[in-house]
C-alpha cells in the first residue's frame, strides 16, 4: 500500500527509537520531526475533512431515510394490488404478478423421483431429486457452465445444450439403469425469468432479464421449448411436468419445513418474491375457484418496479447512468438498485465520478490506456467489480484495510493509499446498505399484505447467503418497519428441491382427482 498519513502508529514507534538510541540532541531533531509530523498530520486531516464532504455530498442521494421507504412501501403496495387486477398493458402496471398455478404447499405426503433443470442465475444446475416422504428430500446436482455466447445466441442452441448436460448428467450418475423399458423421467423446470403461465405445464416468456438475451424466446412457451429439444435428443426420456420460478421453489422448500412460511425470495443475480395469495384478492385469474383453490402463489417479479416513475424520487444519476448502458432500459429499474448483478457496478460508477473529480485516487487517472492499462480498464469496462468485492471490502476491518488494498491491486488499482481504500469501503458500505434497506422495505410489504400473528419468510440467493452485512442490514430494517412477528430463513437448495416438490404436489393432487 503507497505511504499514507494515517499511519500514526508506525511513525511513533520510529521516533520513541530515535530517541532511545541517540539521546537528547537527538531528541531535539526528533522533537523538530515531531512537530513537522503534526503539522503534516494536522494538514491532512483537514484535508480528510474536505474529502469526507465531498464525498458525503455524492454519496448522500443513497442514504435513504425510512420516511422514503415507507413510500417505496406503498407504492409497491399500489403496484401488487393493480397488478392482481389486470394483465392489461395499456392500465400501465409496473408489476405483473404472475398467477403461478401453484395452489399448495407439501402436505409431507408426496414421493418420487424428479429431474430438476434450473436456469436463470449465476448458475446453471441439473439435479437429481428423491423425495422419500415426511418432506424427506435426497439431491445431487451438477453445476455446468454455459458459455457466454448461449445467453446471448439462438434460444435453440441454448435449449439443446441443456438437453445435451442432462444426457451427460444421466450418463455421469446412471440414473437409466434399473429403470423399466419406456420408463420417463418427469422433468421440473426452475426457469427464473418473468413467465405469462397459461398452466402448471406452459409459460411465455415475456422478456429476458439479468442479462440474458437470446433470440426467438421472448413470447414462446418454454416449455415446449425444451421439450422439443429433448425430444431432438434421441435416447433421452424426460418430460417436463412443471414450470416453477426459482422464488416458488424457495417458498414450496422451506414451507416444507415452516407450516407458516408463505413467503420465498430470491436476493441473487436477481430480486424477486412470490407468495400465497387469497385466490378472492385476485380479480385477474381465469382458472378455477373453488374450495381446493381458495389460494394461488403469485410470482410478482417485483424487480420491475418502478418502470412507469415511482422510484425516481430516491434514482441517483448512477441508476440512471447504470440503466441507460444495461441491454434492458428503463426495465427492472428496482432489481437494478440492489441485486448482485448489479451492486458492483454502481459501486465501480461511484468510483469513476470519485476519480474524475481527483478525490479518489488523485493524480492517478491515466490519460492514455497504454499506461497502466490494466488500471484504466478497470475504470473504463463495465461489470468489471462485482458484488463479492462489495461485499469483501465493507467487511474488511483491519487496520491498515489490507483486505482493501489487496482487493484493489488485484483488479488493477496498483497501490492505493489509506485514504482510498477508507473512501473505496465507504462507497460500498453505502450502496450495499441502500440495497438491504430497499430489499426490507419490499418484503415488509408482503410481510403487511399476509396479515398473519407470524410470518416465515424463505430466502435464498448469494447476497442473503454470503453477504454478512447485508443480511444484517436487511433484518435490521426489516424489523424497524414491521412490528408484526416475522423471521427470515435461508431456503437451502430451494430452487431444485422445490421445483420438485411442485412437481410432487401436482401429482399428488391429480392421483386424488385434483389438477391444476
Ligand atoms: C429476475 C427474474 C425473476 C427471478 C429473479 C431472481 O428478477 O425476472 O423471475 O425470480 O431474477 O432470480
Given amino acids: 500500500m503507497a505511504a499514507s498519513s494515517n499511519y500514526v502508529i508506525e511513525v511513533r514507534i520510529d521516533v520513541l527509537k530515535t530517541l532511545k538510541i541517540a539521546g537528547l540532541a537527538t531528541g531535539a531533531i526528533a522533537a523538530i520531526g515531531l512537530g513537522a509530523y503534526y503539522f503534516h498530520q494536522r494538514t491532512q486531516r483537514a484535508k480528510r475533512v474536505t474529502f469526507r464532504e465531498e464525498v458525503k455530498h455524492i454519496l448522500e442521494p443513497f442514504q435513504l431515510t425510512d420516511e422514503q421507504l415507507r413510500r417505496v412501501m406503498a407504492n409497491l403496495n399500489t403496484e401488487m394490488t393493480n397488478g392482481l387486477r389486470s394483465d392489461d398493458e395499456r392500465e400501465k402496471n409496473d408489476l405483473a404478478m404472475f398467477p403461478t ?14 429431474l430438476v433443470v434450473d436456469l436463470g442465475g449465476s448458475n446453471f444446475r441439473v439435479s437429481h431429486v428423491n423425495i422419500e416422504g415426511r418432506n424427506r428430500i435426497r439431491l445431487n446436482n451438477k453445476i455446468f457452465l454455459i458459455p457466454h455466447s448461449l445467453l446471448l445466441g439462438e434460444g435453440d442452441k441454448l435449449f439443446d445444450y441443456i438437453a445435451e448436460c442432462l444426457q451427460r448428467f444421466i450418463d455421469d450418475n446412471k440414473l437409466a439403469l434399473h429403470k423399466p423399458a419406456g420408463y420417463k423421467f418427469d422433468l421440473a423446470f ?49 418430460q417436463v411436468v412443471a414450470l416453477v420460478n426459482d422464488t416458488v421453489g ?18 441473487g443475480t436477481g430480486y424477486n418474491a ?6 378472492d384478492n385476485v380479480p385477474k385469474w381465469k382458472g378455477v ?17 418502478g418502470k412507469h416513475g415511482c422510484l425516481d424520487f430516491i434514482r441517483t444519476s448512477v441508476d440512471r447512468e447504470l440503466d441507460e448502458s444495461s441491454s434492458t432500459p428503463n426495465q427492472q429499474v428496482f ?21 474524475q473529480r481527483s478525490i479518489l485516487l488523485p493524480g492517478r487517472m491515466q490519460k492514455t490506456p497504454s499506461l497502466r492499462s490494466d488500471y484504466n480498464i478497470f475504470l473504463i469496462l463495465r461489470g468489471s467489480f462485482y458484488a463479492k468485492h462489495v461485499a469483501d471490502i465493507e467487511s474488511d476491518n483491519t487496520e491498515d484495510l489490507s483486505v482493501t488494498s489487496s482487493i484493489l491491486t488485484s483488479i488493477g488499482i496498483h497501490d492505493p493509499s489509506y485514504d482510498d481504500c477508507y473512501l473505496i469501503r465507504e462507497v460500498c458500505r453505502t450502496v450495499s446498505l441502500r440495497a438491504a434497506k430497499l430489499a426490507a422495505a419490499a418484503i415488509a410489504v408482503l410481510v403487511n399484505r ?23 442490514n ?16 435461508l431456503s437451502e437448495d430451494g430452487s431444485s428441491k422445490g421445483s420438485a416438490l411442485v412437481a410432487a404436489v401436482d401429482r399428488r393432487m391429480r392421483e386424488t382427482g385434483f389438477s391444476s
Fill in 101 to 114: 398455478y401453484v395452489h399448495y404447499g407439501p402436505s409431507g405426503q408426496e414421493i418420487g423421483e424428479y
Fill in 190 to 238: 426452475t426457469f427464473s425469468f418473468p413467465c405469462n403461465q397459461t398452466s402448471l405445464r406452459q409459460a411465455r416468456l415475456v422478456s429476458w432479464t439479468k442479462g440474458f438475451s437470446c433470440t426467438g424466446v421472448v413470447g414462446n412457451d418454454v416449455v415446449l421449448l425444451l421439450q422439443q429439444a429433448i425430444d431432438r435428443h434421441k435416447g433421452l426420456n424426460i
Fill in 250 to 267: 424457495t417458498l414450496m422448500a422451506c414451507s416444507s419445513i415452516y407450516r407458516d412460511c408463505k413467503v420465498g425470495v430470491i436476493l
Fill in 274 to 279: 412470490c407468495y400465497f395469495e387469497n385466490i
Fill in 289 to 305: 375457484r373453488d374450495q381446493a383453490t381458495k389460494q394461488i402463489v403469485i410470482n410478482t417479479e417485483w424487480g420491475a418496479l
Fill in 335 to 355: 432489481e437494478k438498485m440492489i441485486s448482485a448483478l448489479y451492486l458492483g457496478e454502481i459501486v465501480r460508477l461511484i468510483i469513476v465520478d470519485l476519480v
Fill in 450 to 472: 399476509l396479515n398473519q400473528s407470524s410470518v416465515t419468510v424463505g430466502i435464498d440467493g448469494t447476497l442473503f447467503r454470503h453477504h454478512e452485512k447485508f443480511k444484517k
Fill in 474 to 489: 436487511l433484518a435490521r430494517t426489516l424489523s424497524r418497519l414491521v412490528p408484526r412477528t416475522h423471521r427470515l430463513v
